[in-house]
């Protein structure tokens, strides 16, 4: 499982011009899910991205979470995170979750996120899996994390 995440100030998805989430201060999450991902992988990978502090402090150190900054999130789905390049100048997507299987983590990653912000479901806003979503962004720093369960040794 792959995120790439983003520290922004605001971020938001359409989908046919038709505004369908958006955030303001939080992390825009691009998710990948590989053909091997299981809900325990993506437990794991939830409890990394909400404990990251990116945020800086009253000294401007990254010391904050999403949670201590009041922040929310932005889940997209986004399967080319899996691209595999090395042959040729057009990308395998092999190794991305077949689409029924990946839907479903991505589902659970919704879900499961949204637990975390019981008071404030608002929070956790998310795009649609398999559309062509058209993702907007004011990246703030820039700040971008890349979280990969094989590299986690998860």
């Known amino acids: 499982m ?20 958006s955030i303001e201060k939080g992390f825009l999450v691009l998710i990948g899910v590989n053909h091997e991902d299981t809900q325990a992988i ?37 399967f080319t995170l899996y691209a595999d390049c090395r042959k040729g100048n057009r990308p395998s997507f092999i190794n991305a979750g077949a689409p029924d299987m990946a839907e479903n983590l991505y589902q659970y990653i919704i879900e499961q996120c949204r637990r975390q912000f019981p008071d404030a479901p608002e929070k956790v806003q998310h795009g649609s899996f ?4 058209k ?8 700040f971008t994390i890349i979280l990969d369960s094989d590299n986690l040794g998860i």
């Open 42 to 78: 993506a437990d794991k990978m939830l409890k990394k991205l909400l404990g990251l502090r990116i945020f800086e402090d009253q000294n401007g150190k990254t010391n904050l979470s999403l949670h201590d900054v009041d922040g929310s999130l932005l889940l997209v789905s986004q």
């Open 135 to 142: 993702v907007s962004l004011l990246n703030d720093g820039p």
């Open 130 to 133: 398999g559309a062509d979503m």
């Open 2 to 21: 792959r995120f790439v995440i983003q520290r922004v100030t605001q971020a938001s998805v359409t989908i046919d011009q038709h505004l369908v989430g």
